[in-house]
């Protein structure tokens, strides 16, 4: 980080010449050449990685959120379908058991 930006080649293969920082007209805080290869700006902060605002972030998490949504509500069907079959399949058993036809002796008696 410095504050002169050297030139350099954006992605569109266009060349975009040296600045020094702050750039006239801008930020008086942006004293520091910051950015990639393909994309330099002045920024205040040694550390910054990126030239945009964040409000791009905002969207994204809009987007999570929205997708996030739509898959707890699908789990949450799911879980509540599971349920209900299962529901289903213990009330329809038969309660009483079936007849064998063979009663039950007790051990150890014999009968005359």
């Known amino acids: 980080m410095s504050a ?3 030139s350099y080649l954006k992605a569109e293969k266009v060349l975009v010449s040296g600045f020094s920082c702050p750039r006239t007209g801008g930020d008086a805080r942006a004293v520091y050449c910051c950015g990639f290869q ?3 700006y002045c ?3 040694p550390h910054s990685f990126f030239p945009y605002e964040h409000s791009y972030m905002w969207w994204l998490s809009v987007g999570a959120l929205v997708g ?3 898959a707890a509500v ?3 069907a799911f879980i509540i379908t599971v349920c209900v079959l299962c529901y289903l399949f213990i009330s329809t058993k038969p309660r009483s058991k079936l007849d064998t036809g ?3 002796q007790m051990a150890g008696k014999t009968s005359c």
């Open 102 to 104: 063979l009663s039950l």
């Open 43 to 45: 920024c205040d902060d």
């Open 4 to 6: 002169e930006g050297s």
């Open 38 to 40: 393909d994309v330099k």
């Open 68 to 70: 996030l949504s739509i």
């Open 74 to 76: 699908v789990l949450f």
